[in-house]
């Protein structure tokens, strides 16, 4: 049974860059068929994906975020990153890291695995 | 930007049934865009119940349904519980980025 657990700063100052990494365990992030994603709630609010990264290294963004974020990936560690830059007050919300993957019969089974999540706070 | 719209709130009694629906703003929903549904409940990080428009998950309950209904993405839950009280989210791949819906409160009352 995969796991996957959030950490990094709980508070970021505006304008600084969040960085969070996902340590994924019971499994390797470089399994072939495996996507790696982040995805964020603000407080009270839904859910917004930021973005997803393959072991390969090849990422998809969210168009509206593409500008800001770079999302990497360690298979020495198994653990993949993300990093949002020029934060502001807008991008306080829970973030969440999760495995993304593909059936056998090749069907996208999304975020079938997410961590507990973490807050990240911006405020001077 | 593609914009996925769901009912923000909807209620249901205990036993009854209820369909959720996802639809999005590029045009009618098809199983090429692989709707997933997540529920999630306060406190907790979202968990899937369905993907691919109507597979189940091994953990998902037998009342849980997908399905693609009139151009839209929909969820249906049958013989609520009331534990199926919670916010669910409808996910639409669009060839490799992702967009969530706004989610639908589900109250069981």
Do not use: M
Not at chain 1, 88 to 112: I, S
Not at chain 2, 89 to 104: A, H, I, S
């Amino acid at each position: 049974q995969v796991q996957l657990q959030e950490s990094g700063p709980g508070l970021v100052k505006p304008s600084q860059t969040l960085s969070l990494t996902c340590t994924v365990s019971g499994g390797s992030i470089s399994s072939g068929g495996y996507y790696w994603g982040w995805i964020r709630q603000h407080p009270g609010k839904g859910l917004e994906w930021i973005g997803n990264i393959y072991y390969s290294g090849s990422t998809y963004y969210n168009p509206s975020l593409k500008s800001r974020i770079s999302i990497s990936i360690d298979t020495s560690k198994n653990q993949f990153s993300l990093r949002l830059s020029s934060v502001t007050a807008a991008d306080t919300a829970v973030y969440f890291c999760a495995r993304d993957r593909r059936d056998t019969f090749g069907a996208v089974v999304p975020f079938d695995s997410w961590g507990q999540g973490t807050l990240v706070t911006v405020s001077s | 930007q593609t914009v996925v719209t769901q009912e923000p709130s909807l209620t249901v009694s205990p036993g009854g049934t209820v369909t959720l629906t996802c639809a999005s703003s590029s045009g009618a929903v098809t199983s090429a865009y692989y709707p997933s549904w997540f529920q999630q409940k306060p406190g907790q990080a979202p968990r899937a119940v369905i993907y691919s428009t109507s597979n189940k998950h091994s953990w998902t309950p037998a009342r849980f349904s997908g399905s693609l209904l009139g151009g839209k993405a929909a969820l249906t839950l049958s013989a609520v519980q009331p534990e199926d009280e919670a916010d669910y989210y409808c996910l639409l791949y669009y060839g490799g980025t992702r967009v969530f819906g706004g989610g639908t409160k589900l109250t069981v009352l």
